[in-house]
Nanobody
Framework: QVQLVESGGGLVQAGGSRRLSCAAS????????MGWFRQAPGKEREFAAA????????YYADSVKGRFTISRDNAKNTVYLQMNDLKPEDTGVYYC??????????????????WGQGTQVTVSS
């Protein structure tokens, strides 16, 4: 089992920045693909970003590309999501997820085996 705990959420003004962290414990996660998803009220959970275990391959949703940066520190069992130039439409609960198989469909929530409890990010206009 892998336990994921997100932190760093909160209230931020439009144009501001926020860094989310996801700490993993349990089985070593260094070979897992790690993803960040978000869910706005009344909407489905959507992909935001993912990073392969080497950290060299990163992927982003078009809506966050150029503003968000995903990174990982395998030594600290932590993955980060740096969010810049935040917009009100970025508001939602942000979830960290781990894909033990590092499969192909990293944009799909069904690909992931473990999830954190989520952290709320609210962007005010």
């Amino acid at each position: 089992q892998v336990q994921l705990v997100e932190s760093g959420g909160g209230l931020v003004q439009a144009g501001g920045s926020r860094r989310l962290s996801c700490a993993a414990s349990g089985r070593p996660f260094s070979t897992y693909t790690m993803g960040w998803f978000r869910q706005a009220p009344g909407k489905e959970r959507e992909f935001a970003a993912a990073v392969r275990w080497t950290g060299g391959s990163t992927y982003y949703a078009d809506s966050v590309k150029g503003r968000f940066t995903i990174s990982r520190d395998n030594a600290k069992n932590t993955v980060y999501l740096q969010m810049n130039d935040l917009k009100p439409e970025d508001t939602g609960v942000y979830y960290c997820a781990a894909d033990a198989q590092s499969g192909t469909y990293y944009r799909s929530p069904e690909e992931y085996d473990y999830w954190g409890q989520g952290t709320q990010v609210t962007v005010s206009s």
